[in-house]
């Protein structure tokens, strides 16, 4: 091996190095963004889903949430939060959950909050359900 071989195979090491050492930091930096978004999403969604239940049963439902939100003092505070939970949705969540949530704020029923649902898990899971209202009919529109 002589000088101008040794000197080649360490600078094609080096680069490889630096290149390889750049792909792995950005795949680590969209994997932490890819977490962070699944994060937040679990979040919002659960506060969604849990002041959509508090809407559609008020009497059962709104004095245990104002405890922790006392800022949602009457079901038109709750549904003005969930309007605006919608429209937060649009920059993370996917466009059925949007669709779903609009669904919802339009005409909440239980039938409509299970669409949401549904929108919600497979964005964040990428899993369908076969759960309809009809198994859910324990919980009755009134």
Do not use: C
């Amino acid at each position: 091996m002589n000088w101008t071989t040794a000197t080649a195979f360490l600078g094609l090491f080096g680069i490889g190095t630096v290149v390889g050492a750049y792909f792995q930091t950005l795949f680590q930096h969209r994997q932490s963004l890819k977490k962070d978004v699944h994060d937040l999403k679990r979040a919002r969604y659960g506060s969604t889903l849990i002041q959509m239940l508090s809407l559609l049963d008020p009497d059962g439902s709104l004095a245990k949430l104002k405890e922790r939100r006392p800022d949602l003092a009457s079901v038109e505070d709750l549904r003005q939060e969930l309007r605006v939970e919608m429209l937060n949705a649009l920059l993370f969540a996917s466009d059925q959950v949007v669709s779903a949530l609009s669904r919802f704020n339009a005409a909440p029923t239980y039938a409509s909050y299970l669409e949401v649902v549904a929108a919600m898990r497979k964005d964040l899971w990428g899993k369908a359900t076969t759960i309809t209202a009809k198994d859910l009919d324990f919980l009755s529109d009134g």
